[in-house]
């Protein structure tokens, strides 16, 4: 999400990540956008993480190709 607080995004908010594939089958595949969303999809893929004393490295994969579609970094 962008960083929010109270629902709106703010700069100084907190950033949300969700990441899930469970029921995916299930769903009607009808996404409703909104304003704090800053990334979706609805392929299969993995997440992948590495961290270590200073840093945070998240990436997002499609299953089918391997490809890294979403990723960041995080700093302390």
């Not at 950033?15 to 609805?42: C, E, F, N, R």
């Amino acid at each position: 999400s962008c960083p929010m607080f109270q629902g709106k995004c703010i700069d100084d908010g907190i950033t949300h990540v969700l990441i899930g594939m469970a029921g995916q089958s299930l769903d009607s595949d009808i996404y409703y956008p909104v304003v704090w969303s800053k990334y979706h999809d609805q392929q299969f893929g993995y997440t992948t993480i590495f961290a270590n004393r200073t840093c945070l490295h998240f990436s997002y994969h499609h299953s089918r190709d391997d490809k890294i579609v979403d990723q960041f970094i995080l700093q302390k």
